[in-house]
C-alpha cells in the first residue's frame, strides 16, 4: 500500500537522544513537504520539522530548533528525525506527513498532507 510509515519511537530520559525514520512509498515527484508533525492529548498537530524537496530548505519550530535535525543526503524514500537534548514536553505522537508545496509551509498544518499512523515517543523527566 502507498503511504507512509514511521519507525524508531520509544521511551527515553530527558536529555536523551531518539531517531525516528520514516518509509516513503508515495510518490512524491516534484516539489514536496516532507515533514514531522507532533500530537499530545487535548492539541492539535504542530508542526516540529519539514523539508522542501525541490531545494532542501529545511524548516524548524522554535521549540526544536537546535535539538532536532532531518539528516540530509538520505534517498527520496527515507524521511529521518534525529532529535537530541529531548525534554519531557517533547513527548507525544510523531507523524510522518507529506503536501505537495513548493513554498516554505512545510510546517504548516492547514496544508493537505498524507499522514503516517505515528509513533509514540516519551521523555521521562
Known amino acids: 500500500a502507498q503511504g507512509l510509515m514511521e519507525s524508531g519511537g520509544g521511551s527515553v530520559p530527558a536529555g536523551g537522544s531518539l531517531r525516528l525514520s520514516c518509509t516513503v512509498t508515495?510518490?512524491?515527484?516534484?516539489?514536496?513537504?516532507m515533514s514531522w508533525f507532533r500530537q499530545t492529548p487535548g492539541k492539535s498537530r504542530e508542526g516540529v520539522a519539514g523539508i522542501n524537496t525541490g531545494d532542501d530548505n529545511t524548516y524548524y519550530a522554535d521549540s526544536v530548533k537546535g535539538r532536532f535535525t532531518i539528516p540530509q543526503g538520505n534517498p527520496k524514500e527515507r524521511l529521518d528525525l534525529q532529535m537530541n537534548s529531548l525534554k519531557p514536553e517533547d513527548s507525544g505522537t510523531y507523524y510522518c506527513?507529506?503536501?505537495?508545496?513548493?513554498?516554505?509551509?512545510?510546517?504548516?498544518?492547514?496544508?493537505?498532507?498524507?499522514w503516517g499512523r505515528g509513533t509514540q515517543v516519551t521523555i521521562a523527566s
Open positions: 508515495l510518490n512524491t515527484y516534484g516539489r514536496w513537504c
Open positions: 506527513a507529506a503536501a505537495r508545496q513548493s513554498g516554505n509551509r512545510c510546517l504548516d498544518p492547514t496544508l493537505t498532507w498524507n
